[in-house]
Each structure stands twice: as C-alpha cells, then as structure tokens.
C-alpha cells in the first residue's frame, strides 16, 4: 500500500505560482509511476501531468504543457508540481496518484490516491 498526502493548495490570482507537494509513505516508489490529476466541479477527472519515478521520464498533458512541472525527490519520497502562470481554468482539486505501471497517464491506470487539494485561481 502507498499513502499519499497532497498540500500547497490554495486562492491565488491569475498569473501567480503555486508548488504543490504530495508525500508518499508505506514503500519507496522505485518501480512506480506518479501522477497529478485535477477535477473542476461537473467535469471528469483530468491527467496534468505524471514522472516514472526510476527514469525521471515526465509527461503534460497539452494546456499544462510550459507552464507546469512536474518532479520528485527520492530522498524526501516526495512528488511536486510546480505551476506557473495559474489562469481561472486551473481551478480544479488537484490528487496526487501513483500506478505501479510505468509510463502511465490516465486516471483508471492509477492503483493509489492522496485526499486532493484545492486550488484556486481568481481572474
């Protein structure tokens, strides 16, 4: 099992930055691939961006691609995504996830998920 704790969320205005954090805990995460989803209220739940853990090998989805990133500390068993440029459309919980595929992206591939965290982007 891998627990998952996701913060740094919060009200920011369009422009600004936000680095989210999520800590992973129960096993080391080599092997495992490490995703960041975000879901606005009436829509499915999104792919922004995901990092195979042993390779370091990233992957964005299309509109986050530029103004996020994603990237891990392996001694810290700690997963982040640094967003940048926050627009009103980015305002989504966002969930840390982890897959024990590698290379994966989409939601249904991921076996373990953080509690969310919110943000909020004011135009």
């Known amino acids: 099992q891998v627990q998952l704790v996701e913060s740094g969320g919060g009200l920011v205005q369009a422009g600004d930055s936000l680095r989210l954090s999520c800590v992973a805990s129960?096993?080391?995460?080599?092997?495992?691939?490490m995703g960041w989803f975000r879901q606005a209220p009436g829509k499915e739940r999104e792919s922004v961006a995901a990092?195979?853990?042993?390779?370091?090998?990233?992957y964005y989805a299309d509109s986050m691609r530029g103004r996020f990133t994603i990237s891990r500390d392996n001694a810290k068993n700690t997963v982040y995504l640094q967003m940048d440029s926050l627009k009103p459309e980015d305002t989504a919980v966002y969930y840390c996830?982890?897959?024990?595929?590698?290379?994966?992206?989409?939601?249904?591939?991921?076996?373990?998920w953080g509690q969310g965290t919110q943000v909020t982007v004011s135009s």
């Open positions: 996830a982890a897959s024990r595929l590698i290379g994966v992206t989409t939601p249904h591939h991921f076996n373990f």
């Open positions: 990092i195979t853990w042993s390779s370091g090998r990233t």
């Open positions: 129960g096993r080391t995460l080599s092997g495992y691939s």
